[in-house]
């Protein structure tokens, strides 16, 4: 697993005891800090960036690029194939 990659620019908040339920968080963007992380952050094959907002163990909140891909590697290969009728009737149970 890669280090995290952490978000330059954006601070997350989680909710205070004195704000409505409705309310789960706050983000605070310093915009020249958020800008210059974006010239060099990493993008999907979309252009996108997955951000995932995240609590420390401390309480503190906040965020990281969320780096998980679906497997490369798939195939149009069949699937192996599966024993036929026959070959179940020679199972012992």
């Not at 954006?10 to 409505?20: A, I, N, T, Y």
């Amino acid at each position: 697993m890669s280090d995290p990659i952490f978000v330059d620019g954006l601070r997350v908040f989680g909710p205070k005891d004195s704000q409505p339920e409705w309310l789960k968080g706050s983000l605070k963007i310093t915009k020249a800090e958020l800008e210059t992380w974006l010239t060099t952050a990493p993008v999907d094959e979309n252009g996108e960036i997955r951000i995932d907002i995240k609590q420390s163990k401390k309480g503190n909140w906040y965020c990281q690029v969320n780096e998980w891909r679906p497997y490369s590697n798939y195939s149009n290969k069949p699937a192996a194939p599966v024993a036929s009728e026959d070959a179940l009737e020679d199972i012992p149970f």
